[in-house]
T-cell receptor
């Protein structure tokens, strides 16, 4: 069975603070993919990153960075110098061998000015 | 890039009527599409996997006769909510896998309100 846990339901920060969103996953597949999506109030899902299970290199994209640790089955997402426009619900997701994607419960991030 | 178009973006219908939601892959062929449902302030829950030319695979607890899925071509999957009830009101999102990129593209979602 595949499972994604995002323990933080809601996070509130003040603009320019750094914030880390946690994601822990469970899978028995040896090959799998991990994703992060952003869902603004409008509802559409915005793709942020995909990581395959063989690539543990951390990635940085502008103010966004991701830390993939297979040893702890975690794929955490950090936003540096947060901005009000970062306010959204963020989902971590896992895709295994069966090709369907399982989502975590989501973390609602509010960035206050 | 891979684009998935979902239509309509929102719909209001009366209880007992049926509503069809379309999901189209615009610039690629998708043999497999996925339908998700998202209740307010909740996560996306996979409802079913739509396979072109064959029957959809439904997740446990999803009524096949209520949520009819048809994947008649490589670019179109439809979800029909039959005999809709207020509890079916939700946000429905489809996604498709773009084979060459290996990624998943999501439609913009359909907000269904049953009154």
């Amino acid at each position: 069975a595949q499972k994604v846990t995002q323990a933080q339901t809601e996070i509130s920060v003040v603009e320019k603070e750094d914030v880390t969103l946690d994601c822990v996953y469970e899978t028995r597949d040896t090959t799998y993919y991990l994703f992060w999506y952003k869902q603004p109030p409008s509802g559409e899902l915005v793709f942020l990153i995909r990581r395959n299970s063989f690539d543990e290199q951390n990635e940085i994209s502008g103010r966004y960075s991701w830390n993939f640790q297979k040893s702890t089955s975690s794929f955490n997402f950090t936003i540096t110098a947060s901005q009000v426009v970062d306010s959204a619900v963020y989902f971590c997701a896992l895709r295994g061998n069966n090709n369907d994607m399982r989502f975590g419960a989501g973390t609602r991030l509010t960035v206050k000015p | 890039g891979a684009v998935v178009s979902q239509h309509p973006s929102w719909v209001i219908c009366k209880s007992g009527t049926s509503v069809k939601i379309e999901c189209r892959s615009l610039d690629f062929q998708a043999t497999t599409m996925f339908w998700y449902r998202q209740f307010p302030k909740q996560s996306l829950m996979l409802m079913a996997t739509s396979n072109e030319g064959s029957k959809a695979t439904y997740e446990q607890g999803v009524e096949k006769d209520k949520f009819l899925i048809n994947h008649a071509s490589l670019t179109l999957s439809t979800l029909t909510v039959t005999s809709a009830h207020p509890e079916d009101s939700s946000f429905y999102i489809c996604s498709a896998r773009e084979p060459s990129l290996g990624g998943y593209t999501f439609g913009s979602g359909t907000r269904l309100t049953v009154v």
